[in-house]
């Protein structure tokens, strides 16, 4: 193992700042998911696989009932009252053995892409076993214990607050590099957050895209921050609409402005369907007879912006020229594009690679695609498919209409929600691996406990102070306000 001082640092950094809003780990794992391109090591054993920081604190909160007294126990009761909890027991079960048999029972029967030792780039080549078998997997099982772990624990002593907290600072995090790396670009500074790239895989980020800096805040490429800050977005802008929040509605604002301005596709092609979506739910509430002031601003912003854009081409008809471009370029002309052609390549042959190995696949890292759906088929089969995506039905149930719930509890369970499924949107779009990322991991855990503690207590939080944004009072410490009273 090879560390990297300014992974370690960085993990530093985010563990300290998760300490002081009220949990090293808990707040930790969220925003350490902002840091996408930072690793604390490489491991040559792996093939110069570098795990990001995320995987401390993960690692760190999977220990840490064991270490604990009566932590065992404890984890026990939770597990068993938690709905999904067999569902990942076999999904790591699975993904584990089938990484390790697979790559063998079907070596050299079907190709695989790949990326090359010497130069990086993806080639094709005949299915063998691969130290990705290895990483990948040890990714999704840390992944999916995460998951377990987290909707043992997270409904009991305020903990649900605490991990809100931890999304909040991701949000921050997502919206602060990305801002960082914008502006110095545009001061002609270049990559200035070159030193906390430190994973071993290929970067782009010092580059333009028709005339347009790429933004790739604290990520290793335009697309991978486009993802993240549109996943951040959602969670802003669907926690701000329910609880009326100026401050996060300012934070979804300058991530929609970044997610703009970041020259993604994927990020657009994200904003376009959660656009359709919003419209959707909003017409639908309108036909239900319940007009909501959220979806009335977010109409009235729509149009004010909308005759903005119209009165500068009246103007100006030239305005826009090199946004046109950058449109056709990212959007209109990207199906003719060579990347495309070569993404769809990939797709085509790991469908078939799915079919070849009779729906079996070919196991977890042992090949790549550009489709999360297609990838995971092609890599875990129809078994890991559905096992995925029956933890994925989480996500889509809502909440009963006809019965009280805490205003802030439920803007949670609805915040990750839909940040669990922008997550899987972009990986749709995007995702080269069988893995559907910690983020989703994380959100699936947060939607089930919080829809446990909501369904089992309207109208109650488990832990109150834990709402405030200040860190939480130090234990034998009194609040500012029970000090005030006393010394009145």
Known sequence: M??????ILACIAVALAGRLWGSATLVGLPAALAFGATAFATLPALGGSSPQIYTIFAMSLVVAPFLRPGGIATLASGVRRTPVSLVLVVMIVHASATAMILPRLFAGETSVFVPSRQTGEIMETVLAPVSGNISQTAYF????????????TLPTGGRL?????????????????????????LGGAGDVLEFIRTASYAMATDVEHAGFFRIAGGHSEASAFGSAIFASMVFCMTWARMTGDRRVGLLAAASLGLLLLSTSTTAYACLAIYGAGLAGLALLNLLRGRVRKADLALL???????????AIH???????DAVRKLLDAAIFNKASSSSAAERGYWNMRSFET??????????MGSSRASNWLIAALSQTGAVGVALQLLLALALLRPLPQNRPHDPQLRALHEAARAT????????????????PGMLFFICVAVTLSSRRVLLAQPGAWPTPRALSWRPPVPPGQLPPTQLAHDHG
């Not at 090879?2 to 992974?7: D, E, N």
């Not at 009235?300 to 119209?310: K, R, S």
């Not at 009246?314 to 826009?320: D, G, I, K, S, V």
């Not at 799915?354 to 196991?363: I, M, P, Q």
């Open 300 to 310: 009235y912003a729509v149009l004010a912006g909308a005759a903005i854009v119209l």
């Open 141 to 152: 099982v840390l992944g999916a214990l995460t998951c377990l772990v987290l909707c043992a």
């Open 314 to 320: 009246l103007y100006n008809n030239n305005a826009f």
């Open 354 to 363: 799915f079919l070849e190995t009779g729906g079996l696949g070919v196991g």
């Open 161 to 185: 607050a605490l991990i809100r907290r931890g999304l909040m600072l991701w949000a921050i995090l997502n919206a602060g590099l990305g801002a960082i790396d914008l502006l110095a670009k």
């Open 420 to 435: 669990g499924l922008a997550s899987i949107t972009a990986m749709m779009l995007n995702g080269s691996s069988a893995d």
């Open 2 to 7: 090879i560390p990297s001082l300014a992974g």
